[in-house]
């Protein structure tokens, strides 16, 4: 699953959670199986700013072939994956925390926390960057993996439903979309961490369509340095 380098090129492909559910890892082990092939390199956007480089090398990832950006809006970080597939600077582009950069029109109007209209302006956002994206993904082979993180909002009934940014569009894009969850890191006798386990449930597969389900799937440390899930 996540983290095959034979996943097919061309496509949008979505990992999604509640915050802390290990969605960076897995893009971080993806990375890492896609660079066994020496020609690859990687657009990292870090829409959280949570990360360093120092995170991609207890991966065991090569740092000379990642593209690293922390975009301060959702408007930049959009711009930064267009111009990234367009351009074909990376065979893979994650971004990271797509609904966790500010768009420009909620810095400017200081609306700050969850508001009907923020929702809808990054979603047109998202929308429209994604509707550009479609063909060129296709001609230039690259790949785009989303990591999105799980939002509530309120519905009609007064009880808070979940939702992801991107509107209606980019779960119909992914062919393939992966939620996580239960994240649990484990330890040798020594304390060190060896590896983290997760829960990894298919919600979307076109690309084989009677595979949809749950697995509880590990994933190693590559140092002992690291110490959480994602």
């Not at 492909?13 to 893009?27: D, F, L, P, Q």
């Not at 990271?96 to 809808?120: C, H, I, Q, V, W």
């Not at 076109?206 to 690291?226: E, M, Y």
Request: aromatic share 6%; charged share 20%.
């Amino acid at each position: 699953m996540v983290g095959a380098p034979e996943l097919p090129t061309g496509v949008v492909y979505e990992v999604y959670g509640e915050e802390n559910s290990g969605k960076t890892s897995v893009a971080l082990h993806f990375i890492r199986a896609l660079q066994a092939n020496p020609w690859t390199t990687t657009v990292f956007i870090d829409g959280e700013h949570s990360i360093t480089r120092g995170h991609f090398q207890q991966y065991g990832i090569d740092t000379q072939r990642v593209h690293f950006a922390q975009p301060q809006t959702m408007d930049i970080g959009l711009k930064l994956l267009t111009a990234s597939a367009q351009q074909r600077i990376a065979g893979l582009v994650v971004i990271d925390g797509l609904n966790a950069m500010p768009t420009e029109m909620e810095l400017s109007e200081s609306l700050g926390g969850y508001s009907k209209r923020s929702e809808r302006e990054a979603a047109r956002l998202i929308t429209k960057s994604f509707q550009s994206l479609i063909s060129t993904l296709w001609d230039q082979g690259a790949t785009v993996l989303v990591l999105n993180q799980i939002r509530h909002r309120p519905g009609l009934d007064g009880v808070w439903q979940e939702f992801v940014s991107g509107g209606r569009l980019l779960p119909i894009l992914c062919p393939l979309r992966i939620r996580m969850g239960n994240p649990v890191v484990h330890h040798d006798p020594t304390g060190t961490p060896t590896h983290f386990s997760a829960d990894l449930a298919v919600t979307r597969n076109r690309l084989q369509p009677g595979k949809i389900g749950s697995v509880r799937a590990d994933f190693p440390f590559i140092t002992p340095r690291t110490t959480r899930a994602g």
